[in-house]
């Protein structure tokens, strides 16, 4: 048992990325290219949105999406990503945050999707 067992008992239920994966609440777009860097819905209809008005594929819209997370990510320090969430601004999908996640990857949402 460790301490917040012994504060709060037992969990009922730990809701992990891959459940989210699974009932659709996350995405990933690009599994083999881009292993567990995840979407919500909201950034997944946004780069459909964009894509359809600059016609540029998904993928387009996405990838650049994705390597601009990835390299601000590697840039941080240790102390940086533990911080809390993180913000890029004019992406293809407007304003977004994202974190680490519990598969090794990251989470990319809208701040409205926290």
């Known amino acids: 048992m ?3 067992e012994a504060l709060f008992g037992k969990n009922i239920h730990v809701v992990t990325e891959r459940d989210l994966l ?3 609440e996350l ?3 690009f599994p083999k290219e881009f292993p567990h860097m995840l979407i919500t819905p909201g950034v997944d209809a946004a ?3 964009n894509g359809e008005d600059t016609r540029r594929t ?3 819209v996405v990838v650049p999406l994705l390597l601009d997370v990835a390299t601000k990510w590697n840039a941080m320090t240790k102390k940086q990503r533990q911080a809390g969430s993180h913000v890029l601004e004019h992406t293809a999908a407007g304003t977004i945050w994202f974190d680490g996640n519990g598969l090794g990857g990251l989470t990319i949402y809208h701040p409205s999707e926290r």
């Open 47 to 49: 780069c459909k949105h």
């Open 27 to 29: 995405i990933e777009p």
């Open 2 to 4: 460790n301490d917040l």
């Open 58 to 60: 998904y993928q387009q």
């Open 22 to 24: 699974d009932s659709g």
